[in-house]
């Protein structure tokens, strides 16, 4: 069974930085892209960054980029998000995802998602 | 970056009757779309990708149609358990973007 755990929320200043991971299990990790998508209290989904199977291609959406970096570990079969200066904006439930093949393809695992709240 | 523009953005039926929510990309997206479901406090759920191909475990009555920059999901039969938010998705090219989200309330 494929489970995506997040973990790492919580109150962050503003200006301040948190580090997101996910903790994955039930397939082969390192064959598939993983993403990072956040959802602000009461709106929609935001896509906020993707990484392939060997973390050598990322990508970010503009409102996080030089802000964000995402990472993986293959050996821990984790994913990583590291958040610096952090914004009120950035308060999201953020949600880790596998994608559901190497190539161009949507998410088709998703975990509970960890919350983050920004603020002072 | 492709805008996803969902309509309505509330739709409001009956259980047993027919839902067909709209998805437009603001520029064609070949059949790269995929259409989420999601349960209030739950993560979203995958019910279709390449426009029309149903999910693993996904019921029959989800169907999705379209190519380019038109797309529909249609939810036949509506049942008790598929009012929740809808979203679609394109994974075209980056940034991948979503939707507003159709809400499907009774």
């Known amino acids: 069974e494929v489970q995506l755990l997040e973990s790492g929320g919580g109150l962050g200043q503003p200006g301040g930085s948190l580090r997101l991971s996910c903790a994955a299990s039930?397939?082969?990790?390192?064959?598939?892209?993983m993403g990072w998508v956040r959802q602000a209290p009461g709106k929609g989904l935001e896509w906020v960054s993707g990484i392939s199977e060997s973390g050598g291609n990322t990508y970010y959406a503009d409102s996080v980029k030089g802000r964000f970096t995402i990472s993986r570990d293959n050996s821990k079969n984790t994913l990583y998000l590291q958040m610096t200066s952090l914004r009120a904006e950035d308060t999201a439930l953020y949600f880790c995802?596998?994608?559901?093949?190497?190539?161009?393809?949507?998410?088709?695992?998703w975990g509970q998602g960890t919350l983050v709240t920004v603020s002072s | 970056e492709i805008v996803m523009t969902q309509s309505p953005d509330t739709l409001s039926v009956s259980p047993g009757e027919r839902a067909t929510l709209s998805c437009r990309a603001s520029q064609s997206v070949s059949s790269t779309l995929a259409w989420y479901q999601q349960i209030p406090g739950q993560a979203p759920r995958l019910l279709i990708y390449?426009?029309?191909i149903r999910a693993t475990g996904i019921p029959a009555r989800f169907s999705g149609s379209g190519s380019g920059t038109e797309f529909t999901l249609t939810i036949n039969i509506l049942q008790s358990e598929d009012f929740a938010v809808y979203y679609c998705?394109?994974?075209?090219?980056?940034?991948?973007?979503f939707g507003g989200g159709t809400k499907v309330e009774i």
């Open positions: 039930g397939f082969s990790f390192r064959s598939y892209a």
């Open positions: 998705q394109q994974y075209y090219n980056w940034p991948l973007t």
């Open positions: 390449g426009a029309s």
């Open positions: 995802a596998k994608r559901l093949q190497p190539a161009a393809a949507p998410f088709d695992y």
